[in-house]
C-alpha cells in the first residue's frame, strides 16, 4: 500500500479506526489487446493466525525454470516494490521475508517509504486540549472512544482539572478515563484515530520513547490505567502464531514487571495513585525482554490506544497528558543503515532468499522506487506534511538517483486512490490524462513503469499495458516490471491478494548486479503468483529482450518466442505497435497474432513479422478458461532509422552499428 489512501493495496484495506475497534466489526479496448495483517486489538488475540497457515501455498510458488535461454541466462524471480516496519503497514521485514521464502521466490526488495523513515512532519506531542487536535501545520488527530468486555459503568472526555503542571500549553486538558466491569475483563479506550495527518504515527519503532503524564484516581489489583501500542505483524515463531504484537502497558501501584499472553505483552508500570507520574516508554527494550528471539528494531509504531482496564468490577480511573514522543534514529541515512543490519540479519536466516533494499520517495505527487547503487535519503526542503515541492520534483530525484548509480521506477502511475471512474471511458481517459504527463516531462528520466497491476488507482492491468504502450509509442524506453506493493505479509495472502505480480529477470545469476542490469537492459517478464509458473522471452535474429535494434534495409524479421510451463489451455499473444515519437496518448498496439500453447511443446516457436514501419513487439499470456492476462513479456524495439531520444547503452541491439 503506498500509503493506505482508500482502496485496497496490497492484501489490506485501509487502516482506519473502523478496522481497529474491538467491537465493529474488461474491458480490453485500444490496449495492444485487440486481435487482428492480521490486526490485534487491545485485550484480544490476533484474528488471523495459523487458520489461514500454508493450506494451499505448497501449490503456488514462483518458477523455477533451470533452463537458459538462448543467451545462457537464467530466470530468477523477484517480489519488488515491498514494505516493512519503516511504512505505514502492519507488516514487519521478519514478515515479508518468510512469505517469500515460502513461495519459493528468489529475490525480494523493500522499497519503504522515505519520508516515513525520517518521520517527516510526523507527531511529535499531544496536549490532550481536546479530543480533536492539530500540531503545527499537519492535519488532526481525533481520538475516538471504544469498549471491550462488558463494563457496568465508564466515562472519558476531557477535564480541565486535574492537568500536568508539565504540559506547555496555553489550553488546560487532561484526558480523564474511567472503567468498572460487571465481571470478568473490560477496558473503556481511546483511540488515537491519526488517519487524516497521513498516519503520522506510524514508523519504525528503533530510537523511539514514548513520554506520558499518568495521574491514577483509582488503581490497584485488578484496576489500571493502560497505554497500547501495536507493533508490527510477524509469522508464527517461538511457539507464538502469526498475529500483530501489541504492547499494554499497565499503570497501577503494583510492581514493575513482564508477562506475554502470546502476541500481547504486558509491560506493569508503578505509579502513584493521587498524583502526576512522568512515565518514560521504550518500546524496542520492552519488546525485546518481552520475546527475546525477535529483534524487536523490526516494529512499527502502529496503533495507539489510552484508557482504563477493569477486571472482576474493580473500579479504574485516572487521568493522562501530555503524550510526546522523541526519535532518535531517523536523521540522515541512520534508518537506510538500520534496514540494512535488519537485512543482513534476515539474510543469515533465511539464506535461500536474496535480500535486497531500496527506498520509495514519496512525499510529494508521484511516487518513485530506487534500487541499487549507493543510496541515500532524500533531504526534502521541509520538515512538515503539506509542502509541494519543487517543480520537477521527480525528475531531479531519479537523476539524482542515477548519480548514485541505481535504477528509478515510476510507482502505480494511476496513482493510489480511488482514479477515475470505474467505466472504460473513465479508464481510457486516466490512461490519456497520465500517457500526456509522463511525455511532456520524459518519464521523469526514469527506468521503468510499473505495469504489473491486476487493478491500481481504479486502473485495470490492461490500463497499465496500454499506457507502456504509449511510452514505447513515444520512445520511452522503460523496462516494464510486475510487483504487489504489500504492505502487511500476513501468512498466506501473497497469492490471494488483489495485486501479486512477480517480475523474472533473465540474468547470470541472482546477485545485485546482475539483477540490476537485466531490469536496466529490460531483460525482464511478469508473472502473476499462483496464475503463472512459467517462463516468457523473446529475441529477434539474436537482439535480446528489451533491446532498441536499427535495421533500414530488413522489412520483415523473425521473432523467436521461448514460453515454457504454460498454464493450461492459454494462448500467447504477439503484440505489435508503432513507434513513432508523435505525442500520441492512445494506444495502437494490437495482437497481431495469437498461438495456442500446444504449439510450445518444444518451448519455442518463430514467427516473420513486417519491420517495414518502425515497431516494438511483446508477448502477452492469456488463459482462455478466465479471459485474464497472467504474464507479459518486455519488448524488441525493430527501428528502421536512429531514434531521437537517447538510447541506453544497455538496450543497444548488437546487430546495429551505434
Same mark, same amino acid.
Given at each position: 500500500?503506498?500509503?493506505?489512501?482508500?482502496?485496497?493495496?496490497?492484501?489490506?484495506?485501509?487502516?482506519?479506526?473502523?478496522?481497529?475497534?474491538?467491537?465493529?466489526?474488461?474491458?480490453?479496448?485500444?490496449?495492444?489487446?485487440?486481435?487482428?495483517?492480521?490486526?490485534?486489538?487491545?485485550?484480544?488475540?490476533?484474528?488471523?493466525?495459523?487458520?489461514?497457515?500454508?493450506?494451499?501455498?505448497?501449490?503456488?510458488?514462483?518458477?523455477?525454470? !533451470?533452463?537458459?535461454?538462448?543467451?545462457?541466462?537464467?530466470?530468477?524471480?523477484?517480489?519488488?516494490?515491498?514494505?516493512?516496519?519503516?511504512?505505514?503497514?502492519?507488516?514487519?521485514?521478519?514478515?515479508?521475508?518468510?512469505?517469500?521464502?515460502?513461495?519459493?521466490?528468489?529475490?525480494?526488495?523493500?522499497?519503504?517509504?522515505?519520508?516515513?523513515?525520517?518521520?517527516?512532519?510526523?507527531?511529535?506531542?499531544?496536549?490532550?486540549?481536546?479530543?480533536?487536535?492539530?500540531?503545527?501545520?499537519?492535519?488532526?488527530?481525533?481520538?475516538?472512544?471504544?469498549?471491550?468486555?462488558?463494563?457496568?459503568?465508564?466515562?472519558? !472526555?476531557?477535564?480541565?482539572?486535574?492537568?500536568?503542571?508539565?504540559?506547555?500549553?496555553?489550553?488546560?486538558?487532561?484526558?480523564?478515563?474511567?472503567?468498572?466491569?460487571?465481571?470478568?475483563?473490560?477496558?473503556?479506550?481511546?483511540? $488515537?484515530?491519526?488517519?487524516?495527518?497521513?498516519?503520522?504515527?506510524?514508523?519504525?519503532?528503533?530510537?523511539?520513547?514514548? /513520554?506520558?503524564?499518568?495521574?491514577?484516581?483509582?488503581?490497584?489489583?485488578?484496576?489500571? *490505567?493502560?497505554?497500547?501500542?501495536?507493533?508490527?505483524?510477524?509469522?508464527?515463531?517461538?511457539?507464538?502464531?502469526?498475529?500483530?504484537?501489541?504492547?499494554?502497558?499497565?499503570?497501577?501501584?503494583?510492581?514493575?514487571?513482564?508477562?506475554?499472553?502470546?502476541?500481547?505483552?504486558?509491560?506493569?508500570?508503578?505509579?502513584?495513585?493521587?498524583?502526576?507520574?512522568?512515565?518514560?516508554?521504550?518500546?524496542?527494550?520492552?519488546? @525485546?525482554?518481552?520475546?527475546?528471539?525477535?529483534?524487536?528494531?523490526?516494529?512499527?509504531?502502529?496503533?495507539?490506544?489510552?484508557? $482504563?482496564?477493569?477486571?472482576?468490577?474493580?473500579?479504574?480511573?485516572?487521568?493522562?497528558?501530555?503524550?510526546?514522543? =522523541?526519535?532518535?534514529?531517523?536523521?540522515?541515512?541512520?534508518? *537506510?543503515?538500520?534496514?540494512?543490519?535488519?537485512?543482513?540479519?534476515?539474510?543469515?536466516?533465511?539464506?535461500?532468499?536474496?535480500?535486497?533494499?531500496?527506498?520509495?520517495? @514519496?512525499?510529494?505527487?508521484?511516487?518513485?522506487?530506487?534500487?541499487?547503487?549507493?543510496?541515500?535519503?532524500?533531504?526534502?526542503?521541509?520538515?512538515?506534511?503539506?509542502?509541494?515541492?519543487?517543480? %520537477?520534483?521527480?525528475?531531479?530525484?531519479?537523476?539524482?538517483?542515477?548519480?548514485?548509480?541505481?535504477?528509478?521506477?515510476?510507482?502505480?502511475?494511476?496513482?493510489?486512490?480511488?482514479?477515475?471512474?470505474?467505466?472504460?471511458?473513465?479508464?481510457?481517459?486516466?490512461?490519456?490524462? =497520465?500517457?500526456?504527463?509522463?511525455?511532456?516531462?520524459?518519464?521523469?528520466?526514469?527506468?521503468?513503469?510499473?505495469? #504489473?497491476?491486476?487493478?491500481?488507482?481504479?486502473?485495470?492491468?490492461?490500463?497499465?499495458?496500454?499506457?507502456?504502450?504509449?511510452? /514505447?509509442?513515444?520512445?520511452?524506453?522503460?523496462?516494464? %516490471?510486475?510487483?504487489?506493493?504489500?504492505?502487511?505479509?500476513?501468512?498466506?495472502?501473497?497469492?490471494?491478494?488483489?495485486?501479486?505480480?512477480?517480475?523474472?529477470?533473465?540474468?547470470? @545469476?541472482?546477485?545485485?548486479?546482475?539483477?540490476?542490469? $537485466?531490469?536496466?537492459?529490460?531483460?525482464?517478464?511478469?508473472?502473476?503468483?499462483?496464475?503463472?509458473?512459467?517462463?516468457?522471452?523473446?529475441?529477434?535474429? #539474436?537482439?535480446?529482450?528489451? /533491446?532498441?535494434?536499427?535495421?533500414?534495409? *530488413?522489412?520483415?524479421?523473425?521473432?523467436?518466442?521461448?514460453?515454457?510451463?504454460?498454464?493450461?489451455?492459454?494462448?500467447?499473444?504477439?503484440?505489435?505497435?508503432?513507434?513513432?515519437?508523435?505525442?500520441?496518448?492512445?494506444?495502437?498496439?494490437?495482437?497481431?497474432?495469437?498461438?495456442?500453447?500446444?504449439?510450445?511443446?518444444?518451448?519455442?516457436?518463430?514467427?516473420?513479422?513486417?519491420?517495414?514501419?518502425?515497431?516494438?513487439?511483446?508477448?502477452?499470456?492469456? =488463459?482462455?478458461?478466465?479471459?485474464?492476462?497472467?504474464?507479459?513479456?518486455?519488448?524488441?524495439?525493430?527501428?528502421?532509422?536512429?531514434?531521437?531520444?537517447?538510447?541506453?547503452?544497455?538496450?543497444?541491439?548488437?546487430?546495429?552499428?551505434?
Amino acid at each position: 500500500m503506498c500509503e493506505f489512501h482508500g482502496e485496497t493495496e496490497g492484501s489490506e484495506a485501509a487502516l482506519g479506526p473502523e478496522t481497529l475497534l474491538p467491537t465493529r466489526r474488461s474491458f480490453l479496448g485500444r490496449l495492444g489487446l485487440l486481435t487482428a495483517g492480521a490486526l490485534v486489538v487491545p485485550g484480544f488475540g490476533p484474528w488471523m493466525g495459523e487458520a489461514f497457515a500454508r493450506t494451499k501455498k505448497k501449490a503456488i510458488m514462483a518458477a523455477n525454470i !533451470q533452463t537458459p535461454n538462448q543467451f545462457g541466462l537464467l530466470p530468477y524471480s523477484m517480489a519488488m516494490h515491498i514494505h516493512s516496519s519503516f511504512s505505514e503497514g502492519p507488516g514487519s521485514m521478519h514478515a515479508q521475508v518468510s512469505e517469500a521464502t515460502a513461495y519459493g521466490i528468489t529475490a525480494m526488495w523493500f522499497t519503504d517509504h522515505d519520508w516515513r523513515m525520517s518521520a517527516i512532519g510526523y507527531r511529535q506531542a499531544v496536549h490532550f486540549d481536546g479530543l480533536t487536535e492539530t500540531e503545527t501545520d499537519n492535519s488532526p488527530w481525533v481520538w475516538r472512544p471504544q469498549q471491550s468486555g462488558v463494563l457496568a459503568d465508564h466515562d472519558g !472526555q476531557i477535564v480541565s482539572s486535574p492537568v500536568s503542571p508539565l504540559d506547555p500549553s496555553t489550553t488546560l486538558g487532561a484526558l480523564h478515563v474511567r472503567a468498572a466491569s460487571v465481571s470478568g475483563e473490560a477496558a473503556y479506550q481511546f483511540y $488515537a484515530d491519526h488517519t487524516r495527518s497521513r498516519e503520522n504515527l506510524r514508523a519504525n519503532l528503533a530510537g523511539q520513547q514514548l /513520554s506520558i503524564e499518568v495521574f491514577p484516581m483509582q488503581a490497584g489489583p485488578g484496576a489500571f *490505567l493502560e497505554l497500547v501500542l501495536s507493533l508490527s505483524y510477524r509469522p508464527a515463531v517461538g511457539g507464538r502464531p502469526a498475529g500483530q504484537y501489541q504492547l499494554a502497558y499497565r499503570f497501577s501501584p503494583a510492581d514493575a514487571g513482564y508477562s506475554t499472553q502470546g502476541v500481547l505483552g504486558i509491560v506493569s508500570v508503578p505509579v502513584a495513585v493521587g498524583t502526576w507520574n512522568s512515565v518514560v516508554l521504550d518500546p524496542v527494550a520492552d519488546a @525485546s525482554a518481552l520475546w527475546p528471539d525477535v529483534d524487536a528494531r523490526d516494529n512499527s509504531s502502529a496503533d495507539l490506544w489510552l484508557g $482504563a482496564r477493569s477486571v472482576d468490577g474493580a473500579v479504574a480511573e485516572g487521568c493522562f497528558d501530555y503524550l510526546r514522543f =522523541t526519535r532518535s534514529e531517523t536523521t540522515g541515512d541512520a534508518p *537506510l543503515q538500520l534496514q540494512d543490519e535488519l537485512v543482513a540479519a534476515y539474510q543469515a536466516m533465511y539464506p535461500q532468499l536474496l535480500i535486497n533494499r531500496g527506498v520509495e520517495v @514519496s512525499k510529494y505527487g508521484s511516487h518513485l522506487n530506487w534500487y541499487g547503487g549507493d543510496q541515500h535519503l532524500y533531504q526534502y526542503p521541509e520538515r512538515g506534511l503539506k509542502g509541494a515541492g519543487p517543480p %520537477n520534483f521527480q525528475t531531479i530525484a531519479n537523476d539524482l538517483a542515477h548519480s548514485y548509480g541505481a535504477l528509478a521506477s515510476i510507482n502505480h502511475p494511476f496513482g493510489t486512490g480511488s482514479g477515475k471512474a470505474n467505466t472504460i471511458d473513465g479508464q481510457e481517459g486516466a490512461t490519456a490524462d =497520465t500517457a500526456t504527463g509522463l511525455i511532456a516531462n520524459g518519464a521523469y528520466h526514469a527506468d521503468i513503469l510499473e505495469v #504489473g497491476y491486476r487493478r491500481r488507482g481504479n486502473a485495470t492491468l490492461e490500463n497499465h499495458l496500454a499506457l507502456w504502450d504509449v511510452m /514505447s509509442q513515444n520512445g520511452l524506453w522503460l523496462t516494464g %516490471n510486475g510487483v504487489s506493493d504489500d504492505h502487511s505479509g500476513t501468512v498466506g495472502l501473497w497469492a490471494k491478494m488483489t495485486n501479486h505480480f512477480l517480475t523474472y529477470a533473465w540474468a547470470a @545469476s541472482p546477485a545485485q548486479v546482475d539483477l540490476l542490469a $537485466a531490469l536496466g537492459a529490460g531483460r525482464v517478464y511478469c508473472g502473476e503468483l499462483g496464475t503463472f509458473n512459467g517462463a516468457l522471452d523473446l529475441s529477434v535474429e #539474436g537482439n535480446p529482450m528489451g /533491446s532498441i535494434s536499427v535495421r533500414p534495409d *530488413l522489412n520483415q524479421r523473425t521473432v523467436t518466442i521461448v514460453a515454457i510451463n504454460l498454464p493450461p489451455n492459454s494462448v500467447v499473444e504477439l503484440v505489435q505497435g508503432p513507434v513513432n515519437y508523435a505525442g500520441s496518448t492512445s494506444s495502437a498496439a494490437t495482437v497481431v497474432q495469437t498461438f495456442p500453447s500446444t504449439l510450445f511443446a518444444s518451448g519455442t516457436l518463430d514467427y516473420v513479422i513486417d519491420t517495414s514501419t518502425d515497431s516494438f513487439v511483446r508477448l502477452n499470456v492469456l =488463459t482462455t478458461t478466465s479471459a485474464i492476462r497472467v504474464a507479459f513479456s518486455n519488448p524488441v524495439y525493430l527501428l528502421r532509422a536512429f531514434p531521437p531520444t537517447v538510447v541506453p547503452d544497455v538496450r543497444r541491439a548488437p546487430d546495429t552499428a551505434w
